[in-house]
Structure formats: C-alpha cells, structure tokens
C-alpha cells in the first residue's frame, strides 16, 4: 500500500478532527498521527499511527513515506518548544517534504502573549531544518470567546480597549484543508488568520449578553488585580502567565487587525462572533 500524500497531528481534538473530517469529506486518503489509537477517529481513507511528539523514533516511524503533514500545536506545558522541536527533527529525519504548522498570531520572540514566543521559536527550527514550512498564525479561537465568561457573567482581564480578531475552528480547519490538498503552491508563506471583525471585549461581551439574553459585563482588571482573580486556580506560573498574558496582548493591540486569509483560500467570509453563537 502507497502512504498517503497527507499525515495530520490532533485528529483526536478539536482543530486537527475538523481537518481530518474535511480531507475524508473530499476523498483524500490521510494517516491521523495520535497518541491514543483507540480515539482516532474512524473516517475513510484515513489509516492510524501512534506518536506522541516527544518520541522521537516513533515519530519517525509514523511520518515515513508521507511528504505533507499538518502540525497542530502540542497542548500548553513547560515543555512544550522541545515537543515541537523533537516532532519536527523526526518529521525530517522521516524524510517528510514539508509542515503545516498551527502557529499564533503576532508569532514574535518579544511577543506580549507568551506563547506566541514560543510559535515564534518553532517556527524558527522549522526555518533551521530546512523542511519547507506554511505558518497558519490563528488569532485567539472565536470558539472559546464564551468561556471567557465567569460564572458572575463578567469577563475579565487587562484587555483594556483593545481589539482581538478571533477566528472560527472551523474557518481555520477549511484553510488548513485548502492548503494541505494543494501544498507546494503555499510553500514558505506565513498566513495570519482573523475572523471579520476586531472586537473589544465590551463590544464581545455585548454580542454574547445579545445571544444568551443576559447581561454579559467586560471588566478591565488591572495586571495585578488578574494575577490575583487566578491565584485560587493553583495553575504553575508559567500557565498564568499565559492566562493573563492573553489580555495584555489585546491592550497592546497585537490580536487587532483583519486578514483576508480566509475568504481568499476558502471563498467563504470569515465568520463573525454573532454568526458562530447562532451556529450552536
Ligand atoms: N488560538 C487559540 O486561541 C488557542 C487556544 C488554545 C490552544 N491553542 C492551541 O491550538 C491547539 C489545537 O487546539 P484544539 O482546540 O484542537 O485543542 P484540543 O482539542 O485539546 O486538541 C489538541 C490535539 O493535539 C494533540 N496533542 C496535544 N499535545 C500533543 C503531543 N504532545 N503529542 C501528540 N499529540 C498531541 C491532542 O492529542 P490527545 O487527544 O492525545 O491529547 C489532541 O488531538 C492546541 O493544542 C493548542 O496548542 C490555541
């Protein structure tokens, strides 16, 4: 049997199930790369391999013979860069042609959101292992807005009046997909992916009061005031950081502006918070 032209990470999640989901839709034989085959999605054409990031050997093994394959982001933990950096040496040892990388926005070494430092840097050892790489740079996930909400109905953080973009899975997934089915042609760029619109988090806290019919409050915490509303949560420092972090970004305008990333490769608009929420 031929490998598939595709391999995809994170079909057990969120992001990489969309994906692996539109490629099967389109008849696309794919091999999904996860942790646990008993959660593999059971889709066609698709065949199973077993690899965490952090293993090497069985990385390797899990790539060979598949030139494209899409690197969803490993879940946050102190380890998180070497993860990436172990993935990919494995994915050029396989011989692997290329990566789809799911980067973050704003990817920069003096980035406010700290893990976007840390895209940064995978980026950069994608750059340094000679694979040829695509960058999708998602914005914060329009999907996880509403858990922003406490359990008060207040969203709070040191956002001030900042912009975010935030952009749809499921916009993300149907970039993805585009550019996974004709590869080659998105070799070397780096894609910022936005939603329609940029939003303070008032304006988001308005649209979210609109569809829940309550009242949905932004207060604008100060720094030190948001690491103290999170030290109850018994997170390591780094964690909060990333928490908190997330807020001051948008202060600092680094989630702001819109790309035409997604009506361009999709030919769809981009979906707006409003639209998602009536999706649900
Ligand atoms: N832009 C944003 O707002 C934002 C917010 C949060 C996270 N993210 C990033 O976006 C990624 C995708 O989001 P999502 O919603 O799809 O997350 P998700 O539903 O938690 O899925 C993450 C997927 O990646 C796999 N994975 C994670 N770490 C791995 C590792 N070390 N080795 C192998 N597989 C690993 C998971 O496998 P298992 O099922 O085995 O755990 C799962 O399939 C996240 O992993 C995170 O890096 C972005």
């Known amino acids: 049997m031929p490998s598939p032209a595709i391999a995809v990470t994170g079909a057990t999640g969120r992001?990489?199930?969309?994906?692996?989901?539109?490629?099967?839709?389109?008849?696309?034989?794919?091999?999904?790369?996860?942790?646990?085959?008993?959660?593999?999605?059971?889709?066609?054409?698709?065949?199973?391999?077993?690899?965490?990031?952090?293993?090497?050997?069985?990385?390797e093994a899990a790539l060979?013979?598949?030139?494209?394959?899409?690197?969803?982001?490993?879940?946050?933990?102190?380890?998180?860069?070497?993860?990436?950096?172990?993935?990919?040496?494995?994915?050029?040892?396989?011989?692997?042609?290329?990566?789809?990388?799911?980067?973050?926005?704003?990817?920069?070494?003096?980035?406010?959101?700290?893990?976007?430092?840390?895209?940064?840097?995978?980026?950069?050892?994608?750059?340094?292992?000679?694979?040829a790489f695509v960058a999708l740079r998602d914005n914060l996930y329009l999907d996880f807005m509403p858990a922003l909400v406490g359990d008060d109905d207040v969203i709070r953080g040191p956002a001030d009046g900042g912009r975010v973009s935030a952009v749809a899975q499921d916009d993300i997934a149907d970039v993805a997909a585009a550019v996974l089915l004709d590869p080659a042609?998105?070799?070397?760029?780096?894609y910022d992916l936005t939603g329609p619109e940029e939003l303070t988090l008032a304006e988001a806290a308005a649209i979210l009061s609109a569809h829940l019919g309550r009242e949905i409050r932004f207060h604008d915490e100060t720094v030190e005031e948001a690491y103290a509303s999170r030290a109850g949560f018994g997170a390591p420092g780094w964690e909060v950081d990333g928490w908190v972090s997330t807020y001051t970004a948008i202060a600092a305008g680094e989630m702001a502006g819109v790309s035409d990333v997604v009506p361009r490769l999709t030919g769809h608009p981009a979906t707006s918070l409003a639209e998602l929420l009536a999706r649900r």
């Open 185 to 190: 042609r998105h070799d070397g760029r780096v």
């Open 64 to 131: 060979r013979g598949v030139p494209t394959v899409l690197l969803v982001s490993a879940s946050e933990s102190p380890d998180r860069l070497r993860q990436h950096e172990t993935f990919i040496d494995a994915a050029a040892a396989a011989g692997v042609e290329r990566v789809v990388y799911i980067s973050f926005y704003g990817a920069a070494p003096d980035a406010t959101f700290t893990h976007a430092r840390l895209h940064w840097a995978t980026e950069q050892h994608l750059r340094a292992c000679g694979l």
């Open 15 to 59: 992001l990489g199930g969309r994906v692996a989901r539109r490629l099967a839709a389109a008849g696309v034989p794919q091999r999904l790369v996860v942790r646990d085959p008993e959660r593999a999605p059971q889709l066609p054409g698709a065949e199973v391999a077993t690899a965490g990031y952090d293993d090497g050997l069985a990385v």
